[in-house]
């Protein structure tokens, strides 16, 4: 049994807790608010973000940052990517010992356009307390694993060891973890997917059907795999649980706040009304901003990616986006994917 903090007490975290707990873990969720630290402590609920979800008594919700990772020697970060480096500060302020660090965020930081994983190192950089860097990420709903079902995972580090680790930690009869060593392409990939999960649920509310989405998603992992090509990604992750199968997940269910969002924009909302309705963190919309300025300063061509741009940022009709991405030039599929391997392979 592993003592272990969850820092973030969304849908998400509280998930993770309760496949910790199952596993017989000592689980601290630490969260904001003392009402909902209470309800997950005394009710074992967080109906906020999990209704109808009973939590396993274990857990036990805190708002006191220190007593949540006393004695901890994991701690799971899973907050929004804009409070990444806030929520790190407060961490090493108030650590006395090294622990595991876990991040289950994904995004990209616009301005810096750095990973999760190279902003939590960045802000660890001159202390002792960072043991190990993992990442978890893959196609799973919090709804979903909540009630137990069949999710996969994947368990990423540069100490791959460390990742075998983790995946100790989380695997059980339902939750099934995989290890990779590619951290670049297992982040990138659970990153980009957001944008085209966006894309997906945008072209939904203008009223486009399966033959849309199927271009959307297949267009959009050809560039998701070439921006992490090019930032030293392994190709085959991008076929894998954080490619392939994070972005099925993404731009196919309801559960997908990125999708839901999408649809909303497609149907004529302004991106200040959806977020306001949406009421939690859209990682998309930020992710977009972010993706949109490193591709273009290295030079990577992501069609998708800058109609998606234009629609959130510069208020092009959603429809018209469309119409210009169908009107670019003509390409040869497999000959562009292939060059573009061949040409980063070379250098």
């Known amino acids: 049994m592993a003592k272990v903090a969850v820092i973030g007490a ?10 910790l707990a199952d596993n017989e873990h000592e689980v601290k969720l630490w969260g904001r608010r ?23 008594p ?24 804009k409070v990444i480096r806030e929520m790190v500060q407060q961490l090493i302020k108030v650590m006395e010992k ?64 460390a990742a075998e680790q983790v995946q100790d930690l989380f695997m059980n009869h339902h ?7 590619d951290l670049i392409g297992v982040e990138i990939g659970g990153s980009l997917k957001n944008i085209i999960g966006l894309v997906c649920g945008l072209t939904n509310g203008l009223g486009y059907g399966d033959n849309t989405k199927a271009a959307i998603m297949t267009r959009g992992l050809a560039e998701m ?26 731009c196919t269910s309801v559960h997908s706040r990125n999708w839901r969002a999408g649809q909303m924009i497609g149907q004529g909302l302004v991106l200040d009304e959806v977020l306001d309705k949406m009421g939690m963190v859209v990682e998309g919309v930020r992710t977009t901003k972010a993706t949109h300025e490193l591709a273009t300063k290295l030079n990577v061509e992501m069609p998708i990616t800058n109609a998606l741009y234009k629609v959130l940022f510069e208020q092009v009709n ?21 060059n573009y391997l061949l040409t980063e392979i070379d250098q």
Do not use: C
């Open 34 to 56: 003392q009402e909902q630290m209470d309800e997950v402590t005394h009710k074992h609920t967080n109906h906020k973000y999990l209704p109808n979800i009973t939590l396993p």
């Open 225 to 250: 795999a070439r921006l992490g090509i090019k930032l030293g990604a392994n190709p085959m992750t991008f076929s894998g649980l954080s490619g392939l199968g994070d972005l099925i997940v993404t």
């Open 318 to 338: 959603p429809k018209e986006a469309a119409e210009l991405l169908m009107g670019r030039l003509k390409k040869h599929e497999v000959e562009e994917v292939s």
């Open 175 to 181: 939750f099934r973890v995989y290890t990779n060593a």
């Open 58 to 81: 274990s857990i036990e919700g805190t708002v006191d940052l220190k007593k949540a990772i006393t004695g901890a020697e994991f701690i799971v970060l899973v907050t929004p990517t």
């Open 10 to 19: 969304g849908s998400w975290g509280t998930a993770l807790a309760l496949v």
């Open 98 to 161: 090294e622990a595991v660090i876990i991040h289950a965020s994904k995004g990209i930081e616009p301005g810096t356009h750095k990973r999760v994983s190279e902003m939590i190192s960045e802000e660890f950089e001159q202390t002792n307390f960072m043991k190990d860097l993992i990442v978890l990420s893959g196609p799973s709903h919090a709804e979903e694993v909540a009630l137990r079902q069949p999710t996969t995972v994947t368990a990423s580090s540069l100490n791959i060891n």
